[in-house]
């Protein structure tokens, strides 16, 4: 009879490609972020605005992954960083495999930092390991702030939650959102989360958001 | 050697229980909606404004998806109409099987109209019949004006798109959503849909969608 070693883990392809692609990452002492959320809470605008304001700081470059278009790609590269877009063609999340292979395609010895950007949805890509150091969930003022105890999966699972579009505060509409319920909500599901609340668009508290890039670029080089 | 009858179409166990719940709500004359969008487009919004306002005219049930919680299930029952909550705990869309079952715990007769409010995600819900008669897609105006053509397939199934959050609109804030773009983007992936720019908060246009429902349930009674 053929003994079996039932120590060992056995991995999914998914979760090989991912060890793969985190382990090529470490070796280039690149930090990978990968940037989960529902469609139009403001990704690609958080990405754009990084990118023109941290230039000379950090070399990024961008894996876009969307069902369709190459929309993002054109509005990353239209900043001169480096994008790579990949589209799932219906799929509703990134694998790691379709990471490594767009990870042959981007300039690795000029970059510090790359960000995935996945697909709009706020479940799936939660699930799916890609290599990345860590995952950054980003929520918009305009979904809720219920959206924490409604989908705990990847405020359970994220470093960073930027909670976008914060001028809508005080813009004199109706807007159901509590940033504080929102603070307490997701400590609760993760006690060591940043929380960042931002505006993309108007600029406000990305200061903060930008020295913890510059600090986590830093501590990457130095492991 | 055994004959197999290649011409007739093998049915998943979804589309299996997707037919049944189609032909029992066509039994009961009961107009079915599934309403799909991302997390916090205003479906719950949406629902109880409508519920509220068609008292004495329609007489509504609800099916609600979450992965947890029963929030929305609780907003809908503050109106006085029966909602039946389904917790897919973890799961990025409802089933047929899900809705065959809460299906069995609405008070059937008394109802000519059932919401199904599907769980908040653009691209998994729009692949899983749930026997419903037609599909509700639903953008909000913050998510941006390029999601009919990054997220195509809902936009091709559904019967009505509601565009919600149209106060935004004029309340001096950047927003990246033009209407019309919109409504071309959605008009090439289907040319039948029905356009409703509505403010589910503010009122604005509610009226015809309204009006959409109250023919679409008279027709389910003739048919």
Redesign the interface.
Known sequence: MQKIDVRKKILSANEEYALRNNRFLAEHKILCLNMIS????GKTTILTRTINELKGKIKIGVIEG????D??ARRIKATGAPAIQINTN?A?HLSAAQVNNALTKLPIKKLNLIFIEN??????PS?FELGEDYKVVVL?V???D??P?????IFAKSKVLLIN?I??LN????IDFDVERVKVDVRKLNKTIQIFPISA??GDGMTTWYQWLIKSVKNTKID
Chains 1, 2 share one sequence.
Do not use: H, R
């Not at 969307?66 to 278009?69: E, H, P, R």
């Not at 697909?119 to 799936?124: H, I, M």
């Not at 105890?149 to 999966?153: Q, S, W």
């Open positions: 529902s469609p139009g809470s969307d069902i369709q278009t929309i993002d219906g509703c697909v709009g949805n706020l479940v799936c699930a918009s305009p979904e809720g219920d959206k105890a409604k989908y705990p999966a579009k001028d809508l813009a004199g509409v109706q668009k108007a």
